[in-house]
Nanobody, 117 residues
Framework: VQLVESGGGLVQAGGSLRLSCAASSDDYAIGWFRQAPGKEREGVSCISSRDGSTYYADSVKGRFTISRDNAKNTVYLQMISLKPEDTAVYYC??????????????WGQGTQVTVSS
């Protein structure tokens, strides 16, 4: 399973972006992850398939919002009040559930988010 991310770009600190993740199914949880240069990939947010429960890393709580449009099989990550430390390549992936530490399939190419100070 490989998903397709889009919506990244260059934005000034305090700006906003909305990332999209085209998924082939709405039967599983979808997680957003990011990897900054020289750092390990980290989980950012996740949305479950069953009840739409959402999860956020502490570093993005209150600034990022995850949502899904099942009719379009698309998951979004709305990011506001962006900070330079949010700069990273962002990936989405299918998970069996949000609390799982594994993903299904392989990583896609991701979408670059660059926040200038």
């Amino acid at each position: 399973v490989q998903l397709v991310e889009s919506g990244g770009g260059l934005v000034q600190a305090g700006g906003s972006l909305r990332l999209s993740c085209a998924a082939s199914s709405d039967d599983y949880a979808i997680g957003w992850f990011r990897q900054a240069p020289g750092k390990e990939r980290e989980g950012v947010s996740c949305i479950s398939s069953r009840d739409g429960s959402t999860y956020y890393a502490d570093s993005v709580k209150g600034r990022f919002t995850i949502s899904r449009d099942n009719a379009k099989n698309t998951v979004y990550l709305q990011m506001i009040s962006l900070k330079p430390e949010d700069t990273a390549v962002y990936y989405c992936a299918v998970k069996p559930r949000c609390t799982a530490t594994i993903i299904f399939g392989s990583w896609g190419q991701g979408t670059q988010v660059t926040v200038s100070s």
